[in-house]
């Protein structure tokens, strides 16, 4: 499948990749986004619910394991599931009813429920380089290959 690799610079650039996917995703694509404390998956988040059009604060659902956004007639879903400790622990709490092929979610730490998770559309692995960070991010589906091939950054 489709694989790219970008140097982010600072924050801003996080979210103007961020707004690039936003503006291309179909309902019903998942996005996995993996990497190490800090190295921008919120970051990437809020970039891409800006671009649609949400002005409220975007904070981690680390607690809460998801928080859900209506925009624009779509549903997107964010999840952190860094505080999961067993993978199930997202099946127990109705975690599969958000994959509903209709909305669009976006998922903090996935490798923390392997198993109960769909097949990502797109996985980005953003890691740390210099001041700035790098995002290298792969299709896994013919909807994300599409995707990719839209995305102009």
């Known amino acids: 499948m489709s694989s790219h690799s970008v140097f982010l610079p600072d924050e801003a650039s996080q979210e103007k990749l961020a707004a690039e996917f936003a503006h291309h995703v179909s309902r019903g694509t998942v996005i996995f ?6 190295t921008g998956k919120t970051t990437f988040v809020r970039g891409f619910l800006r671009a649609l059009g949400h002005q409220g604060v975007v904070k ?3 607690y809460t394991l998801v928080e859900p956004y209506d925009i624009d007639h779509k549903r ?4 952190d599931l860094y505080r999961l400790a067993e993978p199930d622990e997202l099946e127990y709490a109705g975690g599969r009813d ?8 976006l ?3 996935p490798e923390k429920a392997e198993g109960f998770l769909p097949v990502a559309d797109i996985s980005c692995l953003l890691c740390y380089e210099d001041k700035g960070r790098r995002m290298e991010y ?3 589906t013919d909807k994300g290959k599409n995707i990719l091939d839209s995305i102009s950054y």
């Open 33 to 38: 986004l993996q990497g190490d404390l800090g």
């Open 60 to 62: 981690s659902p680390t």
């Open 76 to 79: 997107i879903y964010h999840f």
């Open 98 to 105: 958000y994959f509903d092929g209709e909305s669009i979610c």
């Open 107 to 109: 998922v903090e730490w």
């Open 138 to 140: 792969v299709a896994n």
